[in-house]
């Protein structure tokens, strides 16, 4: 994780330093807590029943992630009398949220939508996304689809009422709704604040209003803080009690009277947790929106590890939506279609480069891990990830397809108008140049790249490419009229590897967003929502802040019996 850039750093409501003995002075002051628990991570949770945790601080809802999720949950907690806890193992807010395009996916006949002479209704998101003849769609849970769809405009208002400003032109959607509803928030106004600032990062105004609103409420947010475990009465029953979060080399323990809310974003980032779903996704698939932001499943696997249940998995695969992408920024690691970080954001120093943006698919080829081209380079879609991910003859690796690599001359250079220096492009791993192609070949080396590709095979795939553009057709791949030869050195490879992005499924819950076990029971104070939770395969921001906010509202209005942990 990044260092915290200036002023950024004292917006944490956590203690300055995290001293072991003040926390168990406050602990003792808020009268909880007897012995200090020893160890960390999520076995925690299991020895929790007997007692022995000391509690560092207490709210009666505490919400794990301060992201797209997490600020609606922790302000409607607020609005409904609750007092607030939200920790974020991030230096920052936002999430994935800060770095987003901002396009909310809102409808239902909002204010704005009427505004704009949209025709839109509950009825009609409800009916967009369960259709059945939509991939995006056709896996939804109904019964949370529901609810989504009556809690859009309640949702819009309440954005209206938390700061957010939405720009007053609707985005066609591209996906199974039938309506314009997609609008998108105003960029934050202070650029340090940004994260990839000059990038159309627009989300950065939606997290950053609802952070302002948020404090503004009386929500305290405990920046990194990584929560390592959910406590619960016993391993397998009762109610949630708190949360054990690491901040530095300091345990800290959160209780929650009332609720702990899971909006941790997601496991994109988390192989072993991705490929549950789809085995293919080895570790050359990185995550788009690291380093600032890691999706790694914490959420599911503490929730998981106290018996609760994932939900409508088959979204996960449905080879329609946005799980896998192609990157549009080549020679960088992390080179997702729209996210750039350029060199005075706080990211860029892990970044390493902003990449090479492509505006043309002619300009180059794509071989894989053997030198060999494998698909039509213009196309974008899952017929081109399965491609990419395609065994290839690794006798030792089978799933996967490994790196990707773009292949092309100077001519397209000149073409793109690239720098093909630093910052603009990571000769650390991801990114060669050669005055061969022989040559070229030796260079390449990555994490990734498990063998060397040979110069004579990359030669080859050259040499056919070329002859398809002199005869006008490529019979390899059909890709539509191949127009430029790769001939004039020096020749280049950079990164072309798909990168993941959402993730699709998560915790089942209700409508309630209360999280259920795997034999179908509540687990009595848990929620979650955003892309943790499970349910239906809309991109992005909105379903995370409709079940944000209705989480947070459900958690401060629960009734707990002290004692029991009996909800009444
Ligand atoms: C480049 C990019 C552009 C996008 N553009 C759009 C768009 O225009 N429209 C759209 O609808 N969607 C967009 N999205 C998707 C959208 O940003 C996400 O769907 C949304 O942010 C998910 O919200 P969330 O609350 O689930 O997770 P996040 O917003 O990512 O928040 C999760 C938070 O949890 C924290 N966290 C994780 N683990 C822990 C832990 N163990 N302890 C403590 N904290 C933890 C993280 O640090 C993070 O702050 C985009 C995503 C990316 C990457």
């Known amino acids: 994780m990044g260092k915290p850039t200036g002023d950024r750093a004292s917006k944490n409501d956590a203690p300055k330093s995290v001293d072991r003995r003040k926390f168990l002075a406050q602990g003792a002051a808020a009268g909880v807590g007897a012995v200090a628990i020893a160890g960390t991570g999520a076995r925690d949770a299991s020895a929790q029943a007997n007692g022995s945790i000391r509690w560092d601080f207490t709210a009666d809802v505490v919400v794990i992630g301060a992201g797209v999720a997490g600020l609606p949950a922790a302000i409607a907690a607020r609005d409904n009398g609750a007092s607030v806890i939200i920790v974020d193992e991030n230096f920052d807010i936002g999430g994935r949220g ?10 239902g006949g909002h204010a704005l939508q ?20 939509h991939g995006e769609s056709r896996f939804s849970d109904r019964d949370l689809i529901r609810v989504f769809a009556d809690e859009n405009v309640a949702t819009y208002d309440f954005l209206i009422e938390n700061g957010v400003e939405f720009i007053e032109k609707p985005i066609r959607s591209p996906d199974a709704s039938t309506v314009d509803r997609i609008f998108v928030t105003k960029e934050w106004h202070i650029p340090s604040e940004i994260i990839a600032p000059r990038r159309n990062r627009n989300g ?3 997290v950053r209003r609802l952070e302002q609103s948020a404090r503004k409420k009386g929500a305290q947010i405990f920046l990194r803080h990584k929560m390592t475990s959910i406590v619960r009465e016993k391993h397998n029953a009762g109610r949630v009690l708190g949360i054990t979060t690491i901040n530095g080399s300091n345990v800290v323990n959160i209780r929650a009277t009332k609720g702990i809310i899971i909006a941790t974003g997601g496991h994109t980032g988390n192989i072993n947790f991705r490929r549950m779903f789809d085995p293919r996704l080895t570790e050359e698939y990185q995550q788009a929106c690291e380093p600032y932001v890691h999706q790694g499943a914490d959420g599911e696997l503490a929730a998981m590890d106290i018996g609760a249940s994932l939900w409508a998995t088959a979204n996960q695969t449905i080879d329609v939506a946005a799980a896998i992408t ?11 279609s729209s996210l750039v970080y350029e060199p005075d954001s706080p990211m860029f120093r892990l970044a390493r480069a902003t990449g090479l943006t492509v505006r043309d698919w002619q300009d180059m ?6 030198g060999q081209r494998f698909w039509n380079e213009v196309d974008g879609s899952h017929k081109f990830f399965a491609a990419a991910m395609g065994y290839n003859g690794d006798k030792v690796k089978l799933n996967g397809g490994g790196p990707i690599w773009a292949i092309f001359d100077a001519e397209a250079v000149k073409r793109e108008k690239w720098n093909p220096q630093p910052p603009h492009v990571d000769p650390d791993g991801y990114f060669y140049s050669a005055d061969t192609l022989a040559e070229l070949a030796g260079k390449i080396k990555n994490p990734h790249q498990k063998q060397p590709i040979s110069g004579a095979t990359l030669q080859d795939s050259v040499n056919r490419y070329n002859s398809f553009v002199t005869a006008g057709a490529d019979a390899d791949f059909k890709k539509p009229t191949p127009l430029h030869k790769i001939e004039t050195p020096p020749f280049y490879a950079a990164w072309a590897t798909p990168i993941l992005h959402d993730t699709m499924t998560g915790l089942r819950t209700n409508t309630d967003s209360e999280v259920i076990d795997i034999r179908g029971e509540v687990i009595p104070g848990l929620y979650s929502a955003g892309e943790s939770q499970g349910g239906f395969a809309q991109h992005g921001l909105t379903r995370c802040i409709v079940f944000g906010r209705l989480a947070g509202r459900h958690a401060a209005r629960r009734k707990v019996a002290e004692t029991s942990g009996t909800r009444l």
């Open 98 to 107: 800060m770095l987003s395009g901002g396009r909310v996916q809102i409808g």
């Open 114 to 133: 009427q505004k704009l002479n949209i025709k839109d209704t509950a009825e009609q998101i409800f009916l967009d996304w369960v259709r059945y003849d």
């Open 204 to 206: 950065s105004g939606l």
């Open 326 to 336: 192609k990157t549009r920024h080549i020679g960088c690691r992390w080179g997702y």
């Open 365 to 370: 080829i794509f071989v894989n891990q053997n």
